[in-house]
């Protein structure tokens, strides 16, 4: 049953931007300034450029995504999710698809910067990127964990499938409530208050 996975998981897998914080990348503006193609995944692009085309447009994007991640305001709930999960002794990480140092100024800009170890979040350069699950597996290596008691949480398409990919159960934040990916979620929360609200409802034992 996967709401009684997720709540007796040892082990969570946040995506950062749009999930622990308010979603504001507009990843079609960033685009653009890149001039890079419109509907294709800006890394990915950035990969199947020659090294010196593509070396000073991720100098441009890292400086673009500085900017966001100064600005970054915590999700609905985040802090205290975060909080309940650190008392019932789970390990906590992030995969994120940002750099290592956006993350962090995002963490800190946020005020979500205590709820992590340094290398408990993984950006773009150390591991390859989700879709890939190589964080998740990353993350699951240092902390020893097994697969079937790690979830990943997100709020994209990438995000379910490096969790799916992995073999982690699966919760799908939208915001919006349309969840357009939700075949790949176990589990689907407008916010993560009501994740919180949840798991520890359904199955409080872990998170008391
Ligand atoms: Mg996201």
Same mark, same amino acid.
């Given at each position: 049953?996967?709401?009684?996975?997720?709540?007796?998981?040892?082990?969570?897998?946040?995506?950062?931007?749009? !999930?622990?914080? %308010?979603?504001?990348?507009?990843?079609?503006?960033?685009? !653009?300034?890149?001039?890079?193609?419109?509907?294709?995944?800006?890394?990915?692009?950035?990969?199947?450029?020659?090294?010196?085309?593509?070396?000073?447009?991720?100098?441009?994007?890292?400086?673009?995504?500085? @900017?966001?991640?100064?600005?970054?305001?915590?999700?609905?709930?985040?802090?205290?999710?975060?909080?309940?999960?650190?008392?019932?002794? %789970?390990?906590?990480?992030? *995969?994120? #698809?940002?750099?290592?140092?956006? *993350?962090?100024?995002?963490?800190?800009?946020?005020?979500?910067?205590?709820?992590?170890?340094?290398?408990?979040?993984?950006?773009?350069? @150390?591991?390859?990127?989700?879709?890939?699950?190589?964080?998740?597996?990353? /993350?699951?290596?240092?902390?020893?964990?097994? !697969?079937?008691?790690?979830?990943?949480?997100?709020?994209?398409?990438?995000?379910?499938?490096?969790?799916?990919?992995?073999?982690?159960? !699966?919760?799908?934040?939208?915001?919006?409530?349309?969840?357009?990916?939700?075949?790949?979620?176990?589990? #689907?929360?407008?916010?993560?208050?009501? /994740?919180?609200?949840?798991?520890?409802?359904?199955?409080?034992?872990?998170?008391?």
């Amino acid at each position: 049953m996967p709401l009684a996975r997720i709540a007796r998981a040892r082990h969570w897998v946040f995506d950062l931007d749009g !999930t622990l914080t %308010v979603a504001v990348h507009d990843f079609d503006a960033i685009r !653009t300034e890149l001039g890079l193609p419109a509907g294709r995944p800006i890394l990915e692009s950035l990969a199947e450029l020659p090294p010196e085309e593509s070396a000073p447009l991720a100098v441009r994007l890292d400086a673009i995504e500085l @900017e966001i991640a100064r600005e970054a305001r915590p999700a609905e709930g985040a802090a205290d999710l975060l909080a309940e999960l650190l008392r019932a002794g %789970v390990d906590l990480g992030i *995969a994120t #698809r940002n750099s290592l140092a956006n *993350a962090h100024e995002t963490l800190r800009a946020a005020g979500l910067d205590g709820f992590f170890a340094p290398d408990s979040i993984v950006g773009r350069d @150390e591991a390859p990127p989700k879709p890939r699950p190589d964080a998740i597996h990353r /993350l699951l290596d240092g902390w020893r964990g097994a !697969t079937e008691a790690a979830v990943m949480v997100g709020d994209y398409l990438f995000d379910l499938e490096a969790g799916r990919g992995a073999g982690a159960a !699966t919760v799908y934040v939208d915001p919006s409530g349309r969840f357009p990916f939700g075949h790949l979620a176990d589990l #689907r929360v407008r916010s993560l208050a009501e /994740l919180a609200e949840r798991v520890r409802l359904d199955f409080p034992d872990p998170l008391r």
